[in-house]
């Protein structure tokens, strides 16, 4: 006997793959008091639950005298939006002269109703201090004046003044 083009019910209980994170997608908008996340295939619309995600913004000047220092920024919603991206909803805005990064835990190992899901219920993977295109334009910290800095070189032809951040070259 020879099969041609016929019909076959799908009955597998087998769920398809998960959606995967669109690396370096991730990006502030709203004045910095958002931060949208995109991912590789339509997700499900249940509530995700804010306390899976972690925020953290790090500015020189703002943050202590180590240019490595992160400060958590609170995540107090999230939310599917545009079928492949998820939206997170900031306590403070994010300043336009922040390093910012995010992580994502998957709430349990097994499917469970609050994580970022397809809507065949196969949850994302964690991510972990994956970084945020910084397109804020809230005004961060201005460099400070260092006291006593002033010098004079080149035979007193020119005087130089520090602060406390690196200054563009405009």
Request: proline share 4%; aromatic share 8%; charged share 25%.
């Given at each position: 006997?020879?099969?041609?083009?016929?019909?076959?019910?799908?009955?597998?209980?087998?769920?398809?793959?998960?959606?995967?994170?669109?690396?370096?997608?991730?990006?502030?908008?709203?004045?910095?008091?958002?931060?949208?996340?995109?991912?590789?295939?339509?997700?499900?619309?249940?509530?995700?639950?804010?306390?899976?995600?972690?925020?953290?913004?790090?500015?020189?000047?703002?943050?202590?005298?180590?240019?490595?220092?992160?400060?958590?920024?609170?995540?107090?919603?999230?939310?599917?939006?545009?079928?492949?991206?998820?939206?997170?909803?900031?306590?403070?805005?994010?300043?336009?002269?922040?390093?910012?990064?995010?992580?994502?835990?998957?709430?349990?190992?097994?499917?469970?109703?609050?994580?970022?899901?397809?809507?065949?219920?196969?949850?994302?993977?964690?991510?972990?201090?994956?970084?945020?295109?910084?397109?804020?334009?809230?005004?961060?910290?201005?460099?400070?004046?260092?006291?006593n800095s002033a010098?004079?070189?080149?035979?007193?032809?020119?005087?130089?003044?520090?602060?406390?951040?690196?200054?563009?070259?405009?």
């Open positions: 006997i020879s099969l041609f083009d016929e019909e076959v019910t799908n009955n597998s209980t087998v769920t398809g793959t998960a959606p995967e994170y669109n690396s370096n997608s991730a990006r502030t908008t709203n004045q910095g008091k958002k931060i949208l996340i995109d991912y590789s295939e339509d997700l499900s619309d249940v509530a995700i639950s804010a306390s899976a995600f972690k925020v953290s913004a790090n500015s020189f000047y703002g943050n202590g005298d180590k240019q490595g220092d992160y400060v958590d920024i609170a995540v107090n919603g999230a939310a599917v939006v545009n079928s492949q991206t998820v939206e997170l909803t900031l306590d403070t805005p994010i300043k336009n002269d922040q390093k910012v990064k995010f992580s994502y835990t998957d709430p349990n190992a097994g499917n469970d109703p609050n994580a970022v899901q397809d809507p065949e219920g196969n949850d994302v993977i964690s991510l972990f201090d994956e970084e945020v295109t910084n397109n804020s334009t809230v005004t961060g910290t201005a460099p400070e004046y260092n006291s010098r004079t070189t080149n035979q007193g032809k020119k005087i130089l003044i520090d602060y406390s951040e690196d200054l563009s070259d405009v």
